[in-house]
């Protein structure tokens, strides 16, 4: 019994070696960012049906005031939340390949996700420290993607 024990608690103990744990947490992240892809797919399906439905039904809406019946701006943040998705796919999809996070992808997706709210930003909804505040993440988005676009490209030299 004891010797059952002590077999017991040894093969216990080898599961916790490092390349046996560093084997499991390879296999946990491959099973989360596949999750996230396919829920990342659904949410751009949804989206994109979304966008295709509001389209048709203002197309076909008789307007007197104009051939949208939703602002354009709204209408540009619709296409713009789905870029971010499939920006946010693509993010998870080059993880799943290379097992890396590509920094320069993240900037992106963050630029294109501030400059949605800066495009559909609403003076009338938001004060003037709302906009200063989206200025100043833009810029140290943008600094930020030049300073990573600057250092890949001496790498590759």
Known sequence: M???IRKLLINFGQQWRDEDFMR???LIENIVSKVLSVALIVVIIVSLYDLVVILIKDLFTTEPVGFFSKT???IFGLFL???IA?????NVTAYLRKH???????VVTALIAISRKIIIFDPNKYS?????ALTVGTLALAA???????????NRS
């Open 100 to 106: 890396i996070v590509q920094v320069e992808l993240v």
């Open 72 to 74: 354009l701006i709204e």
């Open 86 to 90: 499939l920006e946010l796919l693509e």
């Open 24 to 26: 499991s947490i390879h």
């Open 144 to 154: 930020s993607y030049w300073l990573i676009r600057k250092v890949n490209r001496d």
């Open 128 to 132: 003037k420290d709302d906009l200063i």
């Open 2 to 4: 004891l010797k059952q």
């Open 81 to 83: 939340n789905i870029l």
